[in-house]
Every structure is written in C-alpha cells, then in structure tokens.
C-alpha cells in the first residue's frame, strides 16, 4: 500500500495542471485535542472528492474497523464517495508512546487522479500541577510607591492561564489603568494608594484545573509628618520673665498603618519677658482758685505721675475737688447765725451717740471678760497638773470631760495651768509633786475640749460642716478628715498614712477664744484645679478651716510633694481657693515676701506651709524645661486567692505622695487584692513621651502572658497633670499548671526615648496577703512642754552681743536660709520650735535639741531632763 500511495503521489506531480482540480480537497482537517482524565478525543477529516479516507498515527495506518466513514453516491457518476471520517483516541493509545514525541495523526484522502495528506493533529494528555514554581510575597510599601508582584504558575498541559484578584474580585486592567498585567504574568500597581491595601491572589487555570496561590498582603504605609508649627502662645507671666510655647501635630499627614511616626519634638519652649503693666498715679493737688461768686474754689490733679501703661490700672479717684469759701473771701452774704447753730446741733447729736456707744462697749467686756476667765480655766482639766485646794467660782465648767472615744486626730496638746494673777480661794500656787514635769497622756487616749459639747459622731460633724455654704465641696469621707476644738494652747490634726498634718502653736488662738477646727485631704476628681500649659499638680489638695478665723501666729501645714526638689527646672507655685470659688496664686516659691501673710519650706519630699489664714491649698509647679521631673510610685497588686490558671498583676503608677497611695491601698483592700512587692520609686520627666510597661524573663515553662503586644503604654498627659486617680494597667499571665505558685520576673519601666529601670519580682502567689497598715497617732501633740517652750522664747527673743539668741539656734537646726522671715514674726524662737515640732513630730529627740540649747550656752537646756519640783 505504502509503494501505492509513493507511485499515485509522484504520478500526480507529473500530471498537467488541469488535472489538480480533481484531486482531494479537504474540508475540514483533523486538530490539535487535549485529553482530559480518561475521556478520549475524536478527530474528524472532511475532503472532496474523495474515494478512500483513512487516518495515519505515529507513522502507522489506523485499522479500518477504527474508523467511523459517512458515505455518499457521486450523483454525476453514480459511484461512492466518502464525505467524512472519524477516529477515537484513548488515553491508552497516547501512553504507550511515553518518553517518545508527541502523539500525532494525519488524514490521507483518495481520488481517481491522486491523494492528499491533512495537517498533523497532535494529540497530548491535559493536566496542571498543584504547586505554583512562584508565589506573590506580602510587602508593605510606601504611599504612590511602585508595586511588582511576581507569580509564575504551576506547570500543566495546556500552558494555565493567568488572573489575578483583589480581596477575591477578578482585577481587570483594562478598566482599571492603575493595575498592569506583564507577559511574564506578573502584576504592577503603578502607583500605590491607601485603596489598594488588599490581599492579592495570582490564579492559575486551563482546561483540566484552577488553582490559586497563597494571598499576598500588600499594605500601603503613611508616614507620619509635620504641620506646621502654631504662632507662640502668650508669656505664662504678666509681668516679667516667663515661658511661652508652640506646638504642632503629626498629622500632615498622619501616621497609617505602620508608618513611621514624625521625628523630633511636637512643643517648643522659649523664654519670654513681659512688659509689666504700669498702674497710674496721681500728680500733686494744684493750688485753690479764687473764691468765685458761688461761694466756692477749686484745685486738680492729673493721672500723670506715672500715666498707665501697657494694661495698668487708672488713677483711682476724683480729679476735680471743690470746697466752700469762708465768709471773708466770698463775694456773696451768708447769714452767719443761722450756720452757727446748725453746725452747734450737730456736734451735740453726735457727742450723744459717742457716749451711749462707750456704754455699751464697757458692758459688754465685762461680760465677756468673766466669761473667758471661766473657760480658761476649765482647761487645766486636762492638764498633767493636779491642782490642790482650788476651787472654781463657776463649778458647771468642772463638768466638762475629755472624750477618750473618738478615733480622730483631735487637739493632743499639753495644757498648762494659768498663773497670770487669777484669783482664786486658798493659796495661789500649786503643790507639785515630785514626778516628771508633765506627765504623759495614756497611750490611745486624745483629749478633747468641745467648750461643754462633746461631738462623738465623726460623720455627724462634717454633715453639718458641709451643709454650710462655703464647706459644700467639702468630701464626707470621714477617713481622711479630722477635726478637733481648741483654744490658745494649741494642737495638732493629723490625717493618719496621708503626710497631711496641721499643726496650731501655743497663742496662735487668742486668750479666750475656743475654735472647732477640721483637716481635711480632698479628692482630685471632685475639686479640679485649673491647670495650663506645662503646668502640673505636686501635692494633695487640702483643707483646713473653718476660714476667717483669728490667728495671731502662723499655724503650719505639711503635706507631701511629688517634684524633683530641683528649683532651676521648676516654677512651683502655692496655689489658694477664696470664697467665689477661684484658684489664686499666693506665693511663688523662692520669690516669697515676709510680708505676706504665706511662707513655705520646701524640703525634699514635704512641703511646710506657714499660713495665718486658713484655707484650701495646693502646690502647682511647672516645668520650666525638659529636666523637670516628677517622683512616681509604682505599686503591684494581685489577687489574694488565685484559683484559675489566669493570673493578673496590676500595676499602678500615681504621684509620690502618701495620700494618693492610701487611697489605692483603701480600692485594693475592697478588691481583695494583696501587695507583692514594695513600692518603686521612678522619675517620669517632662519629655512628652509616655510611659510604657513591659513584663520578660519568665519562666517558659511554667508560665506565658497573654498579651498580644509586647508592651503597655500609658499616655505622657494622663500622669503629668496628676489628676487621674487609679491610673494603672493590667498583666494578665497564664501559668500552665495549677501546681506553679512561684513567679519570677523582671518589670520594665521606661519613657519613650528615653532611660528606663528593670525590677525584680519574686513571689508567692499561694501565699496569704499581708495586712495594708494602719493609722499611728502619738501620745501628744508637741515635743516640747509649754512651759519649758515659754522659757526657751524668753531666753533666745531677746538679742545677744555675742549672737547667743534665736539666730544661732536656726544656724544649728539648718534653718538659716528662712532667717528673714523669722525675724519679722514677734518671736522668732517660737516659730522656730513651731516648724522643728512640725518636722519632728514623729522623729524628734528632746535630748538632741537640748544638745543644740547647751552648744548656744544657754542653761535652759536642762530644763528638758529635770523634774517639776526641781522647776
């Protein structure tokens, strides 16, 4: 067959051409098929005319019985013609030839003048891999930045075709420009925006499968940058140096999804002076003019002398004065007679009112003055003293009982009795005996002079307080109150664990005068002070009154402070509410005037207020540039009982002050929570960077923190304006048996961009709470007897040629810095003893201050160590 169809081909190049017109022409030619799976494939020729048709594969002849034929009759000759022919190929058929060339067929076709051969049809099994040869990766990118993500599909017959999608949407790059597909079938974002943050998929198909990649994130970043700086803020001072700010924010634009965050400061602090305004002044009256024919003359005076200025006040006053003439000079007759007698009547009218005015004024001292003399007396009652033979004219007074029931701080001063001349029945001294000079209270026992009315409800007492105007704002919280009734002996109120104490020297209450005075800590959150700037609270803010009281000497509040003790870096102020509700400032730190009627001491943790009015206080500093710094107190609590695999450790960051640390101990206590470690002292500084909090180095294999981040951060003006009580952030760990009750870490404490500490914690957390404290008072509210304090005053007042007096005693207690304001007070010795008590109520030793008496060479000193009789 095969020399047949070689002898018709080469027959049929040699024939003429009019003769091709006879040969096969083919209608339809078999085509490249896929075989899917195990389905096989049909290849189908079509040729006219045609006598015979047959398929050849891989070079051999396909069996007749293979082959599907359509068969016709010629109409024009009457013979046979076939239209069509079909074959099947298997799966089987094209294996065989594996490792071989492709599996191919072609279609020969006869006629009466020769044959002609179809195309090759190649016949391929379809498949496509799992795996892609590469896969899109995840980038972040730049805002408008170039974006190129690769993929080149897995391996399959046909070649896959590629697609890709966006958050599962197909992207076309013909409707959307931003997006270009390569031939490679990479895809390019020509310019990134915030929109195309997406998950991005490359999908891979042909005809036997789809398979996709995994997704690639692609996240467009922002970073962060500047707006422009604000103008400056107007100078913090009115008059004089002061400090002015500008700010700007990150928001040009502002920081998105990771992107870098602006560098460098957001505040800028710059010195400033201000113009002081200048008050007017009034010139010299100018001479009278002649009497003119009213019968009056007239002068003025002009606001020049200095004119106002740059926001001063105006002259107070009136610029234009007249006055009558006298009948010699006015021009006009007056009846003389007639102004005699008026002037006459009025001068008798008022000398009758002047004299029934002194009337009254006598009686009413006199009664008075008895009255006082009784309630003096009845309070050597509570005095160590034992009058003999004395017997009061008003025996009611002797009525009056200390009340040893009440639990708050109240008057624990030493009463002395008088020996200013009273008279009284029998012999006008008092038989001592030979025990100490004044004999101490019992321990716990507070006496009280409630002037005959005992108050022995605390909360009964600042119900009524609060009820009157002034005293609305005053808290009810007993616990950090307390109050007590005194008179010119003095005492001393203290808060117990708060710092806050009030101490009321002797003959700071006039003789005869009975005040019922209260201590009180408020809370921040009812009373907020007005805070701007870099302004921040450095103290708790307190109350003590009732205001408007009488005081003859200065009475001296303490109270803690949270400042760095560093004055270069701060301007602290003592800050006062009046009666409209409206914070003043009344002393400004290092610029105080013995005048005033406020002096402070600043010491390292305490500050000493020297006031003779009382009030509501505060102390504000601000920072006058980023080296200021506050003292914070970090303090961990946890539950008491733990009984969960979870385990929480509360950290608390507040101010350094005991009031603020009583309070948390007071909220933890009803929590049920137990304090693991000892409180932490840190310095959070001025710097406009928060605070973050940050646990490591456990043990991995007893215990892991359930925190997605690596740190907590707290915000930098949450702690710096001090007036958010409970500030504190949550470490929630999770121990992996319930067996493991030893915890051991390390806490790390820093300021963004800045130095921070590590403290090591090491506990038990099986173990029972210990007890969160309780409230100490001492036996008496001074150091020094009264009667020894009044020979101390009476020896060191009176100045010495060789400096043996009060000044050498503040040289040797370290008090000589506040030289000028104890030489303005009437005895300076006395509110030197009043700030040593103040500082020593606790700590003092009578022994060492004697020592200090001796070196002066002043033999009161012994006065301390020796007996009344010896006195």
């Known amino acids: 067959i095969d020399s047949f169809f070689i002898y018709c081909h080469v027959a049929t190049a040699t024939l003429p051409a009019s003769f091709n017109d ?44 293979d082959h599907l034929i359509d068969r016709t009759v010629d109409p024009a000759t009457g013979k046979p013609i076939i239209r069509s022919v079909k074959i099947d190929i298997s799966r089987q058929q094209v294996e065989k030839i594996f490792g071989l060339d492709d599996y191919w067929c072609q279609c020969v076709a006869w006629s009466t003048t020769g044959t002609q051969k179809s195309q090759k049809a190649y016949v ?65 974002i020509k310019q990134a925006r915030l929109a195309d943050t997406a998950n991005y998929t490359c999908v891979a198909k042909n005809i036997v499968a789809r398979r996709k990649s995994s997704p690639a994130t692609v996240l467009v970043y922002v970073n962060g940058g500047w707006s422009t700086w604000t103008t400056w803020s107007a100078c913090s001072s009115v008059c004089g140096r002061g400090w002015q700010r500008r700010s700007r924010s990150c928001t040009n634009p502002t920081p998105l999804n990771g992107g ?156 002395h009795s008088r020996h200013d001349g009273t008279t009284h029945t029998g012999t ?24 005959g009315k005992m108050t022995s409800d605390p909360a009964e007492f600042m119900t009524r307080l609060s009820n009157q105007t002034y005293f609305k704002t005053l808290p009810r919280d007993v616990a950090n109150t307390s109050y007590g009734t005194f008179n010119f002996l003095g005492g001393r109120l203290t808060i117990p664990n708060t710092g806050i104490s009030l101490l009321i020297p002797p003959e700071a209450i006039p003789r005869g005068k009975i005040y019922e005075i209260y201590l009180t800590a408020q809370r921040k959150e009812d009373l907020r002070l007005p805070l701007a700037g870099c302004q921040t609270l450095l103290s708790p803010i307190v109350s003590c009154g009732p205001p408007g009281v009488v005081l003859t000497r200065p009475t001296i509040l303490s109270m803690d402070h949270c400042s760095d003790a560093c004055p270069e870096n701060w301007a602290i102020r003592l800050k006062k509410q009046n009666y409209e509700g409206v914070w ?19 010491e390292a943790e305490t500050c000493r207020v020297f006031s003779e009015q009382l009030g509501r206080f505060s102390l504000v500093g601000e920072s006058l540039n980023m080296s200021a710094a506050k003292r914070l107190r970090l303090v961990l609590f946890s539950d008491a009982y ?27 206590r009803q929590l049920g929570g137990r304090l693991i470690d000892e409180p932490h ?55 992996l048996n319930l067996s493991t009750c030893e915890l051991t870490c390390q806490l790390c404490v820093w300021q963004v961009e800045g130095e921070g500490q590590s403290f090591s914690l090491d506990f038990n957390i099986a173990k029972h709470p210990v007890g969160l404290g309780s409230a100490l008072a001492g036996p008496s509210a001074f150091q020094i007897p009264y009667l020894i304090r009044q020979k101390i ?15 050498l005693l503040a040289q040797r207690l370290k008090l000589d810095r506040h030289m000028s304001f104890f030489a303005s007070k009437a005895s300076p010795t006395s509110v030197i003893l009043d700030l040593w008590e103040a500082q020593h109520f606790h700590s003092g030793n009578l022994n060492q201050l004697a020592t200090v008496m001796a070196d002066i060479g002043k033999q009161e000193a012994m006065i301390f160590l020796v007996s009344d009789g010896e006195c």
């Open 22 to 65: 006879l040969l096969p022409h083919f209608l339809v030619e078999p085509d490249d098929e896929y075989i899917v799976k195990n389905k096989p494939v049909t290849l189908t020729c079509r040729s006219t005319p045609a006598t015979q048709i047959y398929f050849k594969c891989n070079g051999e002849w396909v069996h007749q019985d």
């Open 124 to 188: 391929r099994i379809a498949y496509l891999r799992k795996n892609f040869e590469e896969e899109p990766m995840a980038k972040e990118v730049a805002l408008n930045q170039e974006v190129l993500l690769r993929c080149h599909p897995p391996e399959g017959v046909p070649a896959a075709e590629v697609e890709w999608q966006r958050n599962e949407h197909v992207i076309d790059p013909v409707n959307e420009p931003n997006f270009l597909v390569t031939a490679d079938r990479n895809l390019i």
């Open 260 to 415: 870098m965050a602006c560098d460098g400061q957001n505040v800028q602090k710059s010195a400033c002076t201000a113009t002081c305004p200048v008050d007017g002044g009034w010139s010299d009256w100018s001479n009278w003019s002649e009497c003119g024919v009213d019968c009056s003359m007239w002068r003025s005076r002009e606001c020049t002398q200095p004119s106002p200025g740059t926001g001063g006040k105006d002259c107070q006053g009136i610029d234009l004065q007249s006055l009558n003439c006298t009948s010699q000079q006015c021009l006009q007759t007056a009846n003389g007679v007639e102004d005699v007698a008026l002037y006459v009547g009025i001068v008798a009218v008022a000398l009758c009112l002047t004299l029934i005015l002194i009337v009254v004024v006598l009686v009413y001292r006199r009664k008075k003055e008895g009255l006082d003399a009784d309630v003096a007396d009845s309070s050597i009652l509570t005095t160590g003293f034992q009058p003999m033979g004395i017997k009061p004219k008003n025996s009611h007074l002797l009525t009056i009982q200390p009340d040893l029931t009440t639990t708050t701080t109240s008057y624990q001063g030493t009463l």
């Open 428 to 451: 006008s001294k008092f038989s001592m005996t030979n025990g100490p000079l004044l004999d101490p209270l019992p321990n716990g026992s507070h006496h009280t002079l409630h002037n």
């Open 584 to 602: 003043e400032d009344v002393l400004m730190m290092g610029e105080e005037l013995i005048s005033e009627p406020y002096y402070c001491q600043l």
């Open 642 to 668: 733990c009984s969960t695999l979870e385990y929480n450790i509360r950290v608390y960051c507040m101010d350094d002050t005991q009031d603020v640390f009583k309070e948390v101990m007071q909220m933890e």
């Open 681 to 735: 002292v840190l310095l959070f500084k001025d710097s406009y960077h928060n605070l973050r909090l940050s646990i490591h180095d456990m043990p991995q294999a007893h215990w892991r923190s359930k925190l997605l981040a690596g740190y907590q951060e707290i915000p930098f003006y949450h702690i710096w304006n001090g007036s958010q009580r409970f500030l504190h952030c949550t470490f929630t760990l999770e121990r």
């Open 793 to 807: 005053c009476s020896s060191l007042d009176t100045p010495c040629p060789n400096g043996a007096d009060w000044r």
